[in-house]
């Protein structure tokens, strides 16, 4: 599964590659990449939660998986769905759940996610540029009419 994953991870950052690309001709792309860079909701960081959130689920599965191996009755576990006092016996106790621990997920630092969105800023800074020369260069034109 976490091969499968990592494969999958790989081909979509190819892809956001490829469409970050398109920012040198569409000023658009490049304020929509910059903003979910600097707010951290971009393809990576989402990568990384789902990252996190695979390994939380994972670790709370194993746990379970051991508690029912260790801690289950066979006779229990096969008679539970039709002795009521064995469904009773098989259940999780409430003990269990508060000892796991409660999903905690960090994103990438503010400073590591502007570094990363800085290229986007210099290409959305470019457009700026151009418009305002061509801007610029259009009013000269209407002035000289």
């Known amino acids: 599964m976490d091969r499968l994953s990592a494969e999958q991870h790989t081909l979509q950052r190819e892809q956001a590659g490829i469409v970050k690309l398109f920012a ?3 000023p658009y792309i490049a304020a929509r990449h910059l903003s979910m860079s600097t707010a951290g909701t971009d393809l990576r960081n989402h990568q990384q ?3 996190a959130a695979e390994a939380h689920r994972f670790a709370l599965v194993q746990g379970l998986n051991t508690l029912h191996a260790e801690e289950l009755d066979y006779a229990d576990d096969s008679a539970r769905s039709r002795d009521p006092e064995a469904e009773q016996r098989t ?13 905690d997920f960090t994103g990438a630092a503010a400073t590591e996610r502007v570094r990363t969105a ?10 700026l540029l151009a418009s305002g020369l061509l801007l610029r260069t259009a009013g000269r034109k209407v002035e000289a009419l």
Do not use: N, T, Y
Not at 91 to 103: D, H, I, K, M, P
């Open 118 to 127: 800085l290229p986007l800023l210099l290409g959305l800074l470019a457009w």
């Open 24 to 26: 040198l001709v569409s």
């Open 49 to 51: 939660f789902l990252d």
């Open 91 to 103: 259940r999780v106790s409430s003990e269990f759940w508060a000892s796991l621990q409660a999903f």
